[in-house]
């Protein structure tokens, strides 16, 4: 009997064992969740964010345009640099090409003076440079869209033309042009000098006969 009792004993110690066993076990089940959920936690720290602000998307658009704005000033500036140097390069060969078509109207010139000063200015060497000198010269000119204005028998045009006086004309009808007294001259569109004139106010009004006059006078 007594041997019975002390089996009856020993078996609640085994189930207090196990029972300590799986509260220890649980235990360290849940402490290592706990773990692992502190590190997740402390891994994901909170990032900081930007407030998008309708003040900041003013400045970022007002920065996109500056920097617009200096590349297109950039670049207008050394446009305008370009444009100059080419306009300075088209300068310097349009002279060239006048003084070389004006190089054989000089030798002229020269060769007329030598017979000038000669006393030969009746010779017909001199008579045939001044000659050639009067032809080539206007040629070079109207070669460079140079234009005499057109005078005599034209309507009178302010633009172009500039009156000294009006005349009486028997040939020519009022506003008419009726004499040239400095030729005028246009390039291109460009007028450079009007032409000096004289226009007509018409046919002159017939005069009184002496009779009727001393009639009158009666």
Do not use: C
């Amino acid at each position: 009997m007594a041997q019975k009792k002390e089996k009856k004993e020993e078996t609640p110690l085994e189930e207090k064992v196990v029972e300590n066993e799986a509260a220890v076990e649980a235990e360290d089940v849940e402490m290592a969740k706990n773990g692992v959920n502190g590190e997740a936690d402390q891994s994901e720290e909170p990032k900081e964010k930007i407030k998008v602000t309708p003040l900041f998307l003013a400045r970022e658009e007002a920065e996109m345009y500056k920097d617009r704005w200096m590349r297109l000033a950039a670049e207008f500036e050394n446009y305008k640099k370009r444009r100059a140097r080419e306009f300075e390069i088209l300068i310097e060969s349009a002279s060239e090409d006048v003084i070389r078509d004006l190089l054989p109207i000089l030798d002229g010139v020269g060769r007329a003076l030598a017979h000038s000063e000669n006393g030969d200015t009746e010779s017909e060497g001199f008579q045939e440079g001044i000659k050639m000198i009067m032809e080539q010269f206007p040629r070079v000119l109207y070669n460079r869209n140079l234009k005499e204005i057109e005078t005599v028998g034209k309507p009178f045009d302010p633009t172009v033309h500039e009156a000294l006086m009006q005349m009486p004309s028997e040939i020519h009808d009022a506003g008419i042009i009726s004499e040239e007294i400095e030729k005028g001259y246009s390039l291109g569109d460009k007028v450079l000098r009007p032409a000096k004139v004289v226009v007509s106010q018409g046919t002159p009004a017939p005069e009184a006969p002496k009779e009727d006059a001393d009639t009158d006078k009666s």
